[in-house]
């Protein structure tokens, strides 16, 4: 039972484009989520997180939307570069849990 | 953020043999995890490292297999035991810090079992 889930393995965007990603849930007892970013050969990196009490979060070129009652939510980047290219994955956590349970993850590929 | 390190960088072992991988991280930090990726899939928790007692393991994961400890605030080791091929995979140490849901990934350790 896949609780987040990433239906796109995959996308292309050009340069200067933006790239949105999306993740959807099932859990609803979720209440913090997390956008990492994975080059090969590295361990995943923080970009982004959300609480469940905010609908969107900005951090320059990145913002992640919340979108509680449909239980999606999504990462835009803008504009995109071609260093952006990587494995995105969201993860989610419940209250004082702290495990993370990750999506299957999306390969961005930002073509220039 | 903190920088975490992960020995060996990779391995490749025999199958029934046991490898114990080393996560050091530079800063005190009150959780760490371990994490496995394998080939085409994506993050699985194995277990939050407590320090000073026994790590807590999720579910499919045991202590038999896969032994951890925790001897103080930065140092943590996975011993993957009595290896098999299903165990080639990417295992990866991670750490929160007080008040903080982020978790920061170390490089990743991986392992092939031939």
């Known amino acids: 039972d896949q609780q987040v889930k990433q239906n796109s393995p995959s996308l292309s965007v050009q340069e200067g484009r933006i790239s949105i990603l999306n993740c959807d849930y099932t859990n609803s007892m979720f209440d913090y989520f997390l956008w990492y970013k994975k080059y090969p050969a590295e361990g995943p990196t923080f970009l982004i997180s959300?609480?469940?009490?905010?609908d969107k979060n900005e951090d320059g070129r990145f913002t992640v939307f919340l979108n509680k009652s449909a239980k999606h939510l999504s990462l835009h980047i803008v504009p995109s570069q071609p260093g952006d290219s990587a494995v995105y994955f969201c993860a989610a956590t419940a209250g004082s849990a702290r495990q993370l349970t990750f999506g299957s993850g999306t390969q961005l590929t930002v073509l220039p | 953020s903190a920088v975490i390190s992960q020995k060996p960088s990779r391995d490749i072992c025999q199958r029934g043999t046991s490898l114990t991988i080393q996560c050091q991280v530079d800063s005190q930090v009150t959780m760490m995890f371990w994490y496995r990726q394998q080939p085409g899939q994506s993050l699985t928790l194995i277990a939050t490292a407590n320090q000073g007692s026994e790590a807590t393991y999720e579910s499919g994961f045991v202590i038999d297999k896969f032994p951890i400890s925790r001897p103080n605030l930065t140092f943590s080791t996975l011993t993957v035991s009595n290896m098999s091929p299903e165990d080639s995979s990417i295992y990866l140490c991670?750490?929160?810090?007080?008040?903080?849901?982020?978790?920061?990934f170390g490089p990743g350790t991986r392992l092939t079992v031939t």
């Open positions: 991670s750490v929160e810090f007080r008040g903080s849901y982020e978790q920061y």
């Open positions: 959300i609480s469940s009490i905010k």
